[in-house]
């Protein structure tokens, strides 16, 4: 009897030694810079275990991109006196990509199409093109192409040469012009360009622009951006972008409906981002009539307001992300700059002269993308504005808000991302 007291006494004298040894030595190779040897990595491995396992739960359950945090204090605006359809686009609970038009006021669905198969989770319809007859152009966004389907949902065609990015608007008659990648020569968009400055050689991007038949998807006009910079002695644009690899970032091509003293019927209007640049170029004599620089940075969505006025969304933000302070957050007496947003400026291509009305009101809601967004002008003069970002959706009529909403999603505390919202009949 008294042995086996003795023995018990000791087991737990070496049960507490050990644990004694294994606490000093967590704490002792915990510390940074002290896990030397196989025992304190070790260690680290074994202690770290239940963190890693929350991290991969973690992960697991983290949404894909194309879901956006509602923000806490998030509180919708409704004013609208009349109806507003627009073409949404958004991932659906069955993971497939549903287009729908829908009221804004009403928030009914109107109408609604489905894409189905070979999706991956981040994968968006990004501003996809309704055309007559309920047809649907779309594309995910920079891979396999530009497909149309029919109302019931059925493939018509699918241009495979051409890969989609950023914008898709309709052009004179049945045709449509698209932001793309040159896909005829690789499965997924490389477009590889080089230069050489300084006896370094420097590769990037190139992004073209195609123009459709929306009939059958045959491809009427393609054309290189880099080789239209090259051919037209803009090649400086290239190296004022500060993104090396993504000089160019073509996000817009608008095509101009009817002509007038300062555009004609066919040209077409591009938004470079990167160099905070828009084109007016003529594609029926390969010309660029214009090189719009300015006060703007960063810009999307060029509109056509007047034969002789465009307008684009301005996100007035760098082209690159740097660090909130800049370093200098504690020197005192710091110089303080009206806070920067995003709102629409306007362009007299008679005066050559930039404009901003309702700058002000934009700033106060706090209006602001560092990428993507756009606007679109409604037929009574009010103003609808994708805050693309944090997905917020806007109607403004001059300065006075009229709606404020998301997207609402199946998943609680979150919202659709906003995939380039189109004003429809």
């Known amino acids: ?203 990037f991007l190139d992004n073209y622009i195609a123009q459709l038949d929306t009939e059958t998807g045959a491809i009427l006009f393609k054309r290189s951006m880099a080789e239209l910079l090259l051919d037209h002695g803009l090649e400086h644009l290239i190296i004022k972008s500060v993104v090396v690899d993504d000089p160019i970032h073509l996000n817009d091509v608008e095509p101009v409906l009817e002509s007038s003293e300062y555009m004609l019927a066919g040209d077409v209007f591009l938004s470079f981002r990167t160099s905070s640049v828009i084109l007016h170029y003529r594609p029926s004599i390969d010309s660029v009539v214009r090189v719009i620089e300015g006060p703007f940075t960063s810009q999307h969505d060029v509109d056509i307001v007047d034969g002789q006025t465009i307008a684009f969304f301005n996100n007035n933000a760098p082209t690159k992300r740097f660090k909130e302070d800049g370093g200098r957050s504690k020197e005192p007496n710091l110089l303080k700059y009206p806070a920067y947003s995003s709102h629409i400026k306007y362009y007299d291509l008679a005066s050559q002269t930039f404009s901003a009305p309702n700058q002000e009101a934009y700033s106060q809601h706090g209006v602001y993308s560092f990428t993507e967004g756009l606007f679109e002008f409604l037929p009574n003069g009010d103003v609808l504005i994708e805050e693309q970002n944090p997905s917020l959706l806007w109607v403004f009529r001059q300065d006075s808000l009229l709606f404020k909403g998301i997207l609402p999603s199946h998943h609680e505390g979150y919202h659709h991302l906003l995939n380039w919202t189109r004003v429809v009949d």
């Open 1 to 203: 009897m008294r042995s086996k007291l003795l023995n018990g006494i000791t087991s737990v004298i070496i049960v507490l030694a050990l644990l004694s040894f294994y606490g000093w030595s967590v704490r002792h190779h915990g510390i940074p810079g002290k896990s030397h040897g196989l025992w304190g990595k070790f260690l680290v491995t074994l202690t770290s275990f239940p963190d890693l396992v929350t991290q991969a739960a973690e992960e697991v359950e983290k949404l894909p991109g194309t879901f956006v945090p509602t923000h806490p204090a998030f509180a919708s605006v409704n004013r609208l006196d009349y109806d507003i359809n627009v073409l949404v686009s958004y991932s659906n609970e069955e993971g497939n990509r549903a287009i729908e038009v829908r009221n804004l006021k009403t928030q009914a669905v109107k109408k609604s199409w489905e894409v189905k198969g070979g999706l991956k989770p981040h994968h968006r319809i990004m501003h996809p093109l309704l055309l007559s007859n309920d047809r649907m152009a779309y594309a995910t966004n920079g891979y396999d192409g530009i497909y149309c389907m029919n109302a019931a949902g059925e493939q018509l065609w699918h241009q495979k040469e051409i890969g989609h990015h950023h914008s898709m608007n309709a052009g004179i008659g049945e045709t449509m012009w698209v932001c793309a990648y040159d896909l005829s020569e690789a499965s997924h968009p490389s477009n590889g360009v080089t230069y050489e400055m300084g006896g370094v050689k420097y590769h």
